[in-house]
């Protein structure tokens, strides 16, 4: 089983390398505090340094030590820390909402002029950090990240010891389904991430291999509330798209990319794509059917959500966004009709004062530099108003175009959508409802079944031909209604994309 006492050495080497520079302040944003201790106290004996805590209620003390007299208010730990002499880590919890007073700025900054000379570093630790500019200066922040499976699958064997010492709890889970298991919590806090586990087991009754998708259930679930990025139940692969064969052959030639054999072999994993075309017609399907075709998790980012919910912090959640979608690669993640968020980037900034400039800005930069794992597969109604440089070569492995349905892919869509409302294909006249639902979108050809369904049930009759081409005639198709509009995207797409048909 795993070792309990597991540490990402990345994060052990940075953070022993800030303290090994005389870094003075190190600021580290987090809601996991335990997380944060253990790691801090594996560099403090590592580095046979003593690790000092402080919070308002406890005061300063040594780790796992008596507090100090006199010391819990903030002023007082600071001039406390300043007569404590040689090296030493000095972990302050919660203490950047003191950091506004004038005095207190003034003595965090005297303690850490003190800390240029040896081994000595001052880490704030809150769940939300903000520091006045002249501390800024001084500080470096240490990004501890979410746990990877190492760290949760000894997490979860500790619970499992636990459940089993103190409610007799039986577990049949192998080293192999623990680690599975491990990796399917992955994108969570630690502590989230084991409450979910022990949630689910104690539900059960057992620890066995049902709890694999149980627990991914529940974090998808504990993901969703963030608001930002949620993760979607994988529901839909390519056997429930019709045409669009040009993006499924490519789809199906990358997934090699991702293989042991074809990284040896030399494939680069690709990046991601652009999918646009006329509304209606299956962008985001398609873009939800790669997760499918390939098994990997599904997470989406809400564009429209960057504007409506973080208002002043929307650079910020947006990077906490793609940070946890790189946590769980591999992953394809959907950003669906991307132009809400970053349209505006293409213009002056005037509109919203700049956000989706600096919106764009993380975006890309994350596009240039993030890790393989992360398929980013994003859709566009109206690819014109998304800003050049999104659109740049290099940003894309490609961009697919996906344009009305013809004939066979019209035939296909109502087999599709009569085999889902439980009515056999063989029993109605396709190439007839094909030809007649010319110019229709796949939406409009599901919503002709819906009508046709109302319609024969109002009539006191089963479905057939005949009530779907009289539905099919009396639809104005958005090819009619809007087709100048249409016109241009297709002449848009016709040297700029590729035919995802």
């Not at 007082?76 to 005095?103: E, H, M």
Request: aromatic share 6%; proline share 4%; charged share 25%.
């Amino acid at each position: 089983m795993p070792d309990s006492g597991v540490v990402p050495k990345p994060k052990l080497d940075e953070l022993r390398l800030l303290i090994n520079s005389r870094s003075p302040i190190i600021t580290i944003e987090s809601s996991e505090e335990q997380r944060t201790c253990d790691l801090l106290e594996r560099v403090a004996s590592e580095l046979a340094i003593p690790l000092f805590v402080w919070s308002v209620t406890e005061g300063l003390a040594r780790a796992h030590g008596t507090g100090l007299y006199n010391s819990d208010q903030p002023e007082q730990a600071l001039s406390n820390i300043s007569t404590i002499p040689g090296d030493a880590i000095f972990l302050l919890k919660d203490f950047a909402r003191y950091c506004d007073n004038d005095r207190i700025s003034r003595r965090l900054r005297d303690a850490a002029d003190g800390c240029r000379t040896a081994r000595r570093s001052i880490i704030l630790l809150g769940a939300s950090l903000s520091l006045p500019p002249e501390l800024e200066a001084d500080a470096v922040a240490f990004n501890i990240g979410l746990p990877g499976f190492e760290e949760l699958a000894a997490g979860v064997c500790r619970v499992l010891a636990e459940l089993n010492h103190e409610q007799g709890l039986p577990s049949t889970l192998d080293t192999l389904a623990i680690t599975q298991l491990a990796k399917n919590l992955v994108g969570l806090p630690e502590e989230e991430a084991l409450r979910a586990f022990r949630k689910c087991a104690i539900a059960k009754g057992r620890a066995d291999a049902t709890l694999l998708d149980e627990v991914l259930e529940a974090k998808r679930e504990a993901l969703r509330t963030d608001g930002l990025l949620e993760t979607i139940k994988r529901d839909s692969s390519f056997s429930d798209v019709a045409g669009l064969q040009n993006l499924r052959n490519w789809v199906n030639k990358r997934k090699s990319a991702w293989t042991p054999e074809g990284q040896k072999f030399g494939l680069v994993a690709p990046k991601g794509v652009l999918i646009t075309g006329v509304q209606g017609c299956g962008k985001s399907l398609a873009a939800r059917a790669i997760a499918g075709e390939w098994g990997y998790e599904l997470a989406r980012l809400d564009a429209g959500a960057l504007y409506d919910k973080f208002v002043g912090e929307s650079e910020k959640h947006l990077k906490k966004a793609l940070a946890l979608a790189q946590k769980l690669s591999p992953v394809v993640l959907w950003i669906d009709e991307i132009e809400k968020a970053f349209a505006s980037a293409g213009s002056s900034g005037d509109a919203d004062a700049g956000l989706s400039q600096r919106l764009l800005a993380t975006l890309l930069t994350w596009m240039q530099d993030r890790e393989s794992g992360v398929f980013l597969a994003a859709t566009s109604n109206n690819i014109t108003i998304l800003p050049p440089e999104m659109l740049r070569k290099g940003r894309f492995d490609e961009i697919f175009f996906v344009d009305l349905p013809d004939p066979a892919a019209r035939s296909a869509l109502f087999t599709i959508h009569l085999k889902k409302r439980g009515r056999a294909p063989d029993g109605f006249d396709l190439p007839r409802l094909a030809s007649a639902s010319n110019g229709f979108s796949g939406a409009e050809i599901e919503q002709v079944i819906a009508a046709g369904l109302y319609a024969a049930f109002n009539q006191k009759q089963q479905l057939t031909t005949e009530i779907l081409v009289t539905e099919i005639f009396a639809t104005r198709p958005l090819s009619v209604t809007r087709g100048e509009e249409i016109a241009s995207i297709r002449e848009w797409a016709r040297s700029r994309a590729v035919a995802a048909g």
